[in-house]
């Protein structure tokens, strides 16, 4: 079943124009002049049930703009969108109740609380029983080791504590979508690997959907099979994280290991087996490897507009 069917979605933005100087300003303040900013246009993906799916793009690519609009907080400018049945926008209690948002830039705790206290809100706001609130609970809590901190107040934790704070809340009321923006950014290296390796099982443990943002190469290739690239508002790509390379890549790496060492050449796909064979003629080879271009240098190779 699809869980989420966005067709033709898009979004405009009113930006003020700022006119310079001060007259400028003053006019600015007294007869606001505003453009358009499109900032997603015609985006049209479905995602079914326990897919975990990476959505990907260069900053201000719309990636935020769209699961806002997926979320309920934007309200598109046009297209539609359906997520788990409901309208997003409605904001419906029944829609609230299977889905949560975590942006990675965002606090949702209780800053003054100790996460403890937010926890416990929430199993008020979604009616959880008092026997599944304890289950879901114990099992994040333990997942993402955070029981030693659970009493101190949000404000003294350290930005992956918070983090992992923010998904027990996001998760303590087993929502059916979960949409994370960008939620490993400014982690420590460390903490974003624990941060995956936890997505990780928990989507493996459940049919819920995942929506994953991230401008970190490393997140999505770790999580995602599927990917949605997005690029100036627009879909770029829609498919198996293994096909970008095929579908964008235009060159291979031929490796030639020699007794004084390996030189690789970037050979077009085409040209690999004739290209091969010459080089194997050279008696001083004594090796060669094949490989596909790093999936971050093809990525990068989009977005710079090839
Ligand atoms: N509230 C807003 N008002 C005007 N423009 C916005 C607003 N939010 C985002 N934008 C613009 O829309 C585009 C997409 O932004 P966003 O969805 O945040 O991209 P991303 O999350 O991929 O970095 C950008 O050009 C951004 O500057
Ligand atoms: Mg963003």
């Known amino acids: 079943m699809h869980t989420i069917i966005a067709d033709g979605l898009s979004k405009v933005y009113d930006v003020q124009k700022k006119r310079p100087g001060l007259s400028g300003s003053l006019r600015d303040l007294y007869s606001p002049v505003y453009e358009k900013k499109v900032a997603v246009k015609d985006v049209s993906f479905v995602i079914d049930e326990g897919e975990l799916v990476g959505f990907i793009g260069p900053n201000g690519a719309g990636k935020t703009t769209t699961?806002?609009?997926l979320s309920g907080l934007l309200y598109p400018s046009g297209g539609s969108v359906s997520v788990i049945g409901h309208d997003p926008w409605k904001r419906q209690y029944d829609f609230l109740k299977n889905i949560s948002l975590v942006m990675g830039q965002?606090?949702?705790?209780?800053?003054?609380?100790p996460a403890i206290e937010s926890f416990n809100l929430a199993k008020d706001i979604?009616?959880?029983s008092d026997s599944s609130y304890k289950k879901t609970l114990n099992n994040l809590v333990e997942m993402l080791e955070i029981g030693d901190v659970l009493n101190v107040q949000v404000r003294k934790l350290s930005l992956g504590q918070r983090m992992k704070a923010e998904?027990?809340?996001?998760?303590?009321h087993s929502p059916k979508i979960l949409f994370l923006d960008e939620p490993t950014i400014g982690l420590d290296v460390v903490m974003q690997q624990s941060m995956r390796s936890?997505?990780?099982?928990?989507?493996?443990?459940?049919?819920?959907?995942?929506?994953?943002?991230?401008?970190?190469m490393d997140d999505v290739k770790e999580l995602c099979k599927?990917?949605?690239?997005?690029?100036?508002?627009?879909?770029?790509?829609?498919?198996?994280?293994?096909?970008?390379?095929?579908?964008f890549s235009k060159h291979k790496i031929i490796e030639v290991i020699t007794p004084a060492g390996t030189k690789t050449h970037k050979v077009l796909r085409k040209q690999v087996a004739?290209?091969?064979?010459?080089?194997?003629?050279d008696p001083g080879v004594v090796d060669i490897n094949i490989k596909e271009v790093e999936i971050e240098d093809v990525i990068r190779q989009v977005f710079a507009g090839k």
Do not use: C, P
Request: hydrophobic share 50%; net charge neutral.
């Open 67 to 69: 699961l806002k609009m």
């Open 106 to 113: 965002k606090n949702q705790l209780w800053w003054d609380l």
């Open 126 to 128: 979604y009616g959880i």
């Open 167 to 172: 998904l027990v809340a996001a998760l303590i």
């Open 198 to 216: 936890f997505l990780k099982q928990y989507n493996q443990g459940g049919d819920g959907s995942i929506i994953l943002t991230s401008h970190y």
């Open 226 to 247: 599927r990917v949605i690239i997005i690029d100036q508002g627009s879909i770029l790509y829609d498919g198996l994280l293994s096909e970008v390379i095929a579908k």
């Open 274 to 281: 004739e290209k091969a064979a010459e080089l194997l003629k």
